[in-house]
């Protein structure tokens, strides 16, 4: 874009300075200026995440195209990156012998930000380009320290974010220091399975895995009782007999119940009506004519012999009546019981063969009941075999903790063990940061590194600290002793780059002593300093004699014009 500012920083101290103009107001501000813009263009090229509305994914920069030119591990390397296209980067320079996905003819590369990435890892820090292990350092986390960028990255020197995770903190920051960080990365691992562990356990008292987790004593008290459940059932299968025409004969059991029942009942019905028939013949007597005769003669009437021949006559006839009712409830009274005699028999026919039915069925079953008894008899044994799995599992769950804590403990030994034989290291990078600290403030500042039973510990005291400016301080130290650190290394990012940020709230001496101790130790030890400042609080009566900060500054932002910005465009 024909409005943006180039700039090149040189080896050693660089300053981008924002000015206040004279005649500019109080309302006039130097941010949006560009000084942290630069930051994020630095990122931006160099493989940093982004997100829509944020940095340079805004609006007003859309279509704009990045470029940063440097060396690094010997390497002249041109970079650019688009905020249309940011998955995608050009690599031009010295790509010779660097693999990638894609190549140009003419030998540049055109990589996804992923593995430019990985690439850069390589080339800056000596990365894996494929990291066996799960936690490990990655260029974007450690180069964040290099280049910390919002004020969330100067709430602690240890954290470029104030939601880092605790083992990327401690991965990363060992790695600096030149510790053993697989041993952060070995422990995380650890604490990821104890938290599993640990979330299955709090998830079976919650009830939320209801039959998958109990205690051992339960499932095999349990398994005892379901064991002898299958042997009693596997026994009445063994000594069970299945007759072919069970239903059958079953069937046939169920008929003969039924007539046998119809039988009774018939013979129940007949009884009765055969004691009524006896009782009629007892009550059958035929009228006397003689007692038609006494009445007459009690009362002094002569019957008339007219009259005496009609009552014989009558009584003829009744005794005739009765005479044949007798003969007819006689021969029914035969005939009922030849039935009931009848019935008798196929009673007891149908009771002896009932009873060779019953015989059969008794010691016989069907085929449908013995299938149904193999059902059930499977779902015992599956019952058997998930509390099996249960229990092994639960031995398992066990197992796995202790083992958590076996293999915990033993990678804490050796942890101890190799953090002491780097003593070496932690010591001369404790006495780098004890040094730049005591520069500042006249007492020596301390760093603490330890292992403990959470990992690695990192702390960093001065004294008087407890204000913003103390702790911005620290993180300016700690900084420093990893620029010196990382100087004489091969392969090595050689570069620091602070924002203004990191002076909020400093005391104008020590921002004057830390600025001429960032030149001489970047001109000592070889690595290139970048610090973005405001011009009205630079402490220019508190230099040395023969500072001169203006000779290192780089480029000048301005809010006297619209283009006074790196952008040179305001929005």
């Known amino acids: 874009m024909p409005t943006f500012r180039e700039v090149e920083f040189r080896p050693g101290f660089n300053v981008v300075l924002a000015d206040r103009t004279k005649e500019s107001t109080r309302r006039d501000s130097r941010n949006g200026l560009g000084k942290t813009t630069l930051i994020e263009i630095i990122h931006f090229c160099l493989g940093g995440q982004t997100r829509r509305n944020q940095g ?174 299958v042997r009693s059932r596997s026994e ?29 009942n018939a013979n129940l019905a007949d009884g009765r009506l055969v004691d009524l028939y006896r009782s009629s013949l007892q009550d059958d007597q035929a009228p006397d004519a003689d007692d038609v005769l006494a009445v007459y003669d009690a009362v002094g009437v002569t019957m008339p012999e007219l009259v005496r021949r009609r009552l014989d006559e009558v009584e003829d006839f009744h005794r005739q009546i009765i005479a044949n009712r007798r003969a007819y409830l006689e021969s029914e009274i035969q005939r009922i019981e030849a039935n009931r005699n009848q019935r008798e028999l196929q009673i007891q026919s149908g009771v002896e063969r009932r009873a060779q039915l019953l015989e059969v069925l008794k010691t016989h079953g069907a085929l449908l009941e013995y299938t149904r ?32 804590r076996v293999n915990k403990e033993l990678l804490l030994q050796t942890a101890r063990r190799e953090f002491e034989e780097r003593r070496e290291v932690r010591e001369r990078a404790i006495n780098i940061f004890n040094l730049k600290s005591e520069e500042l403030y006249n007492a020596p500042g301390n760093l603490v590194v330890d292992v403990t039973d959470a990992g690695f510990r990192f702390d960093v005291e001065i004294m008087r600290s407890g204000s913003q400016g ?98 040179g465009i305001r929005y």
């Open 470 to 567: 103390i702790n911005n301080m620290k993180i300016f130290c700690y900084d420093q002793m990893l620029a010196q650190l990382w100087a004489n290394e091969e392969p090595s990012p050689g570069l620091l780059v602070h924002d203004s940020t990191v002076f909020d709230g400093v005391d104008e001496r020590q921002v004057a002593l830390a600025l001429e101790l960032a030149q001489r130790e970047a001109d000592r030890w070889g690595f290139q300093y970048v610090c973005a400042l405001n011009s009205d609080t630079l402490p220019y009566d508190d230099f040395s004699s023969g500072f001169d900060l203006n000779q290192f500054v780089r480029i000048r932002f301005t809010d006297e014009t619209e283009e006074g910005g790196l952008l």
């Open 236 to 264: 009445g299968l063994d000594s069970f007999r299945v007759h072919p025409q069970y239903e059958e004969i079953e069937q046939e059991a169920n008929d003969l119940t039924s007539t046998i029942q119809q039988l009774s």
């Open 56 to 229: 340079l994914m805004v609006t007003p920069l859309k279509g704009w195209t990045f470029s940063l030119e440097m060396r690094v591990n010997g390497r002249e390397l041109s970079v650019t990156r688009s905020t249309e296209t940011p998955s995608w980067v050009n690599v031009y320079g010295d790509v010779r012998d660097l693999t990638a996905s894609s190549k140009r003819l003419d030998g540049t590369l055109a990589i996804r930000t992923s593995e430019w990435n990985s690439l850069l890892g390589e080339l800056a820090f000596g990365l894996e380009r494929a990291p066996i292990s799960k936690y490990h350092p990655t260029f974007r986390s450690l180069f964040s320290y290099v280049v910390r960028r919002g004020r969330d990255a100067f709430a602690s020197p240890f954290l470029h974010y104030r939601t880092q995770q605790e083992w990327d903190k401690q991965v990363n920051n060992a790695f600096l220091l030149g510790l053993e960080w697989e041993h952060a990365g070995q422990l995380q691992e650890l604490k990821d399975q104890e938290n599993l562990l640990n979330s299955l356990r709090r998830a079976a008292r919650e009830g939320l895995m209801e039959g998958m987790i109990g205690t051992l004593g339960n499932l095999e008290a349990e398994r005892a009782r379901v064991d002898s459940d």
């Open 373 to 404: 008894l193999q059902e059930l008899h499977l779902d015992l044994i599956s019952t058997r075999n998930d509390l099996d799995n249960r229990i092994s599992n639960l031995r398992r769950f066990e197992q796995g903790r202790s083992e958590v």
